[in-house]
């Protein structure tokens, strides 16, 4: 019973590089997010993907691009990483319906020097 | 702009008082709320979720209550223990645009043994 997968569980990279952060869900859930928390900012939505072969931006989505592969994966990619993307980011997925909370993987610890 | 509120100011309590946490909410008329545990280094988890229509929930020591007049929500947790120590944040959501929660930062609760 994994649930939300993330990897990697932390990265350092140099400012201009980049990554791609991986997300798997198994419980056939269609909605996926990404996240970035931030001490005092909260948690905030950079993408999101209603169903396999949608998605849209979130509050934060500047600097970054997604990929829903399939109804299982979500990755989140940094084309050219800034210090200003340094976070925590999390992926999350939610069953239909409304009476449905978010579950989250564990999350990525990114630090952009 | 919508603003969530959360007791900023860390709670401390003693083992089996009961802890009362709040979240309060302007410039929004949300369709439900959502309150979540977040533990140091891992991703939020979902808790309970209420509706505008509800004006009390519970599951075993918690409680949560709506007052959409008011607009604020108060978390219970009764005969706390110290296991129940974490961060709390509460979210709220509408049924237009439920993908994009909005998330209080949280309030950091320590119970003492």
């Known amino acids: 019973n994994a649930g939300v997968t993330q990897t990697p569980k932390f990265q350092v990279l140099k400012t201009g590089q980049s990554m791609t952060l991986q997300c798997a869900q198994d419980?056939?859930?269609?909605?996926m997010y990404w996240y970035r928390q931030d001490p005092g900012m909260g948690l905030r939505l950079i993408y999101y993907?209603?169903?396999?072969?949608?998605?849209d931006k979130g509050e934060v989505p500047n600097g970054y691009n997604v990929s829903r592969l399939n109804k299982r994966e979500f990755s989140l990619r940094l084309e050219s990483a800034a210090p200003s993307q340094t976070s925590v980011y999390f992926c999350?997925?939610?069953?239909?319906?409304?009476?449905?909370?978010?579950?989250f993987g564990s999350g990525t610890r990114l630090t952009v020097v | 702009s919508q603003k969530i509120e959360q007791n900023s100011e860390a709670l401390n309590i003693q083992e089996g008082k009961t802890a009362t946490l709040t979240c309060n909410y302007t410039?929004?008329?949300?369709?439900?709320l959502q309150w979540y545990r977040q533990d140091p280094g891992r991703g939020p988890v979902f808790l309970l979720l209420?509706?505008?229509n509800e004006k009390e929930k519970r599951k075993e020591r918690l409680k949560v209550t709506f007052d959409t007049t008011l607009k604020q929500s108060l978390f219970h947790i009764t005969a706390s223990q110290p296991a129940d120590s974490a961060t709390y944040l509460c979210?709220?959501?509408?049924?237009?645009?439920?993908?994009?929660?909005?998330w209080g930062l949280g309030t950091s609760l320590a119970v003492n043994p």
């Open positions: 999350a997925s939610r069953a239909d319906g409304g009476s449905y909370g978010y579950t």
């Open positions: 410039n929004y008329s949300p369709a439900y």
């Open positions: 419980m056939n859930h269609n909605s």
């Open positions: 993907s209603a169903s396999e072969g949608t998605t």
């Open positions: 209420i509706r505008e």
């Open positions: 979210a709220l959501g509408d049924t237009g645009n439920n993908r994009k929660l909005i």
